[in-house]
């Protein structure tokens, strides 16, 4: 008998996410918006979401160790609590002085919450589910979080824009409470581990080695996965963090309505990969992710070629928005699938564990390339082309290189 999908937990799950993303987009887009009015550069921006994104990369691998030992129930509550009162002290505490201090704390502090949050909600997912339900269940949270994306962007702006940066942060820490609320209602099953005679450092670092043997030696495709989409993440994360935005408010002009549109934009393309992906659920092999992840790059270089052609900003805009667009629908069938294969193929008691190490490793590339990103986007701000075009040239061909691997892949029936 085929497993039923919307079982009552996923769908707590699915409705958890959709408030506690379209908090953390309306939140994180008045932020964005906000610091570049205030400092106008892309390097002290890009500057700040690297030193916030830290905290995630080095400590995920806890959090993943506490989603596979604790009560993964108890610690969403709490987390998404902690977030909810979180913002709302940021708020409280701005003063208009120490504005660009209280979001950088802010940012930091939200990275250390999502270090635990984010592998905890992924080993959820397979404990729910089960075979080709895993994949419909990553796309349909990769779904809901693009519905989130879509709407709270726009809604972002234009709250943004009317009210100003205090009234966004108390509606996302509103969302935040939501999402805590709703998770008090799902169950699930938990074990206590043995815990090594009440030793925590022990119990640390053996299931920190254990991790690192299952995927260094047990399962190095894992390992390879998660290279190669760290590779690309250094160059799509900081055309898409950094250069977004940069692109639409700087280099174009346009206010926080254009960017929360063209967020909005990459929300639908999101939903439309998340839809596709499930559709190819069964029909879409392994080997066939290099050319998916070869189209990333295609895309980013029309983005580029915009610039080099006579036209105003408008068109400029409008064939930036299109090549971001087609980026974020390829990037969402590569992550879906990927992410799926890691956790079909990890045992259960390890889940936490292995997926906090997906989210280290890719995201450790993540500040050198908003560092870098935001340096050049700086330094060629008035030929934007000559750090779009190579980016996506790029991409191309760590998609291409890949070919072999994800054919091995496939020949091995993974």
């Known amino acids: 008998m085929e497993q039923k999908l919307f079982t009552r937990n996923f769908t707590l799950l699915v409705l958890g996410q959709v408030s506690s993303l379209f908090g953390n987009y309306i939140l994180r887009l008045a932020l964005s918006m906000y610091v570049l009015e205030v400092t106008g550069s892309a390097a002290v921006f890009a500057g700040i979401l690297s030193v916030a994104a830290l905290p995630a990369i080095l400590l995920s691998p806890l959090g993943g160790i506490l989603a596979d030992r604790a009560d993964r129930r108890k610690i969403m509550i709490s987390l998404d609590s902690l977030t909810g009162i979180s913002v709302l002290c940021a708020a409280v505490f701005l003063t208009g002085k120490n504005?660009?201090?209280?979001?950088?704390?802010?940012?930091?502090?939200?990275?250390?919450?999502?270090?635990?949050?984010?592998?905890?909600?992924?080993?959820?997912?397979?404990?729910?589910?089960?075979?080709?339900?895993?994949?419909k269940g990553n796309a349909v949270?990769?779904?809901?979080?693009?519905?989130?994306?879509?709407?709270?962007?726009?809604?972002?702006?234009?709250?943004?824009?009317?009210?100003?940066?205090?009234?966004?942060?108390?509606?996302?820490?509103?969302?935040?409470?939501?999402?805590?609320?709703?998770?008090?209602?799902?169950?699930?099953?938990?074990?206590?581990?043995?815990?090594y005679g009440g030793n925590v450092l022990s119990m640390v670092r053996e299931d920190f080695f254990s991790s690192v043997r299952f995927i260094g030696k047990e399962q190095t495709d894992i390992m390879k996965i998660l290279l190669l989409a760290a590779s690309s993440r250094f160059f799509v994360m900081g055309v898409t963090l950094v250069g977004l935005p940069f692109i639409v408010r700087t280099i174009l002009g346009l206010d926080a309505k254009y960017y929360g549109g063209a967020e909005s934009a990459l929300a639908i393309a999101t939903i439309m990969g998340s839809i596709a992906a499930g559709f190819m659920t069964g029909k879409l092999k392994s080997g066939s992710l290099s050319w998916v992840l070869a189209a990333i790059g295609a895309c980013i270089i029309p983005a580029g070629m915009a610039f080099l052609l006579p036209s105003d900003g408008l068109i400029k805009y409008g064939v930036n928005v299109a090549a971001f667009c087609g980026m974020q629908a390829a990037i969402s069938i590569f992550s879906i699938f990927a992410v799926s294969m890691i956790q079909q193929n990890t045992p259960e008691h390890l889940t936490g564990r292995v997926m906090a190490f997906t989210s280290a490793i890719t995201m450790c590339a993540q500040p050198a390339g908003q560092m870098v990103y935001g340096f050049l986007f700086d330094r060629f701000s008035e030929a934007a082309y000559l750090v779009l075009i190579p980016t996506g040239i790029i991409v191309c061909l760590i998609g291409l290189f890949s070919s072999g691997f994800f054919k091995g892949m496939e020949r091995r029936g993974i």
């Open 99 to 135: 504005d660009v201090s209280v979001i950088s704390v802010l940012l930091i502090l939200l990275s250390v919450l999502g270090a635990f949050e984010t592998p905890t909600v992924q080993a959820c997912i397979p404990q729910m589910l089960s075979g080709d339900n895993i994949i």
């Open 141 to 195: 949270v990769n779904q809901t979080a693009s519905v989130s994306y879509l709407t709270a962007p726009l809604l972002g702006g234009i709250l943004y824009a009317a009210f100003g940066l205090k009234p966004v942060m108390y509606a996302s820490v509103i969302c935040f409470f939501i999402t805590a609320f709703l998770e008090c209602f799902i169950i699930l099953g938990y074990q206590p581990k043995d815990g």
